[in-house]
């Protein structure tokens, strides 16, 4: 064999074994990309239980509440309205945007919101905050609001871990050209920065 020839042989090696090696980077890459956009699919679903959590105790909250007092029925209606729209949107955990993300959390505010403003009245009758059932939900609601905030932040790390990999070289280029899009972030809710002001 010719010099030449086991030259452009090892030339030939080389580029092949380079392509290889780029092709199963490639794959890695995608591979891990998938698996951390699972993740964020994953622990939005873990988010989305614990607000239908919330969502089912309402009822039972609201009939112990109307069945105890002579309540404000503005104050009960708000709440039932809440939950009605917040329990229509339905998100798509692939099709994720911020714009979605946003909706959801206004929506689910509104629920925190009528949730509150029912404890408030509901201090005005020490009858019902002594009865066990009212007293039952009310932690059961306590706890799954915590349940909500620490499932609200690990999606938050999650989706910021899928968020960086996604933009680091060389990700970026295979996460445009795949449609790995960025994951949004839930947000504190307005006015949240700032502490309450207590006056006596």
């Given amino acids: 064999m010719k010099r030449s020839t086991i030259i452009w042989l090892v030339v030939l090696a080389v580029i092949v074994l380079s392509i290889i090696g780029i092709i199963r980077s490639g794959i890695r890459v995608y591979n891990n990309m998938v698996t951390k956009r699972e993740a964020v699919t994953s622990q939005w679903g873990n988010v989305q239980t614990q607000y239908q959590r919330r969502m089912d105790l309402i009822p039972n909250f609201v009939n112990t509440v109307k069945g105890a007092a002579n309540f404000e ?6 709440v039932i309205e809440a939950r009605a729209k917040a329990t229509s949107i339905n998100i798509d955990p692939k099709n ?11 929506a689910q505010g509104e629920v925190s919101s009528a949730l ?61 050209m795949f449609g790995f899009s960025e994951k949004p972030y839930f947000e504190a809710a307005q006015g949240a920065d700032k502490a309450p002001e207590v006056k006596f």
């Avoid at 509150?116 to 009310?138: H, S």
């Fill in 96 to 106: 994720l945007t911020a714009e979605s993300l946003k909706q959801f959390q206004a």
């Fill in 116 to 176: 509150a403003r029912l404890m408030v009245v509901v201090e005005r009758y020490p009858e019902l905050k002594a009865t066990q059932n009212f007293r039952d939900l009310q932690v059961e609601l306590e706890g799954t609001e915590n349940r909500i905030a620490v499932e609200r932040k690990k999606f938050n790390d999650i989706a910021l871990d899928y968020n960086t990999y996604i933009k680091k070289f060389p990700q970026v280029i295979l996460s445009g």
């Fill in 73 to 78: 029925q503005t104050t009960l209606t708000q």
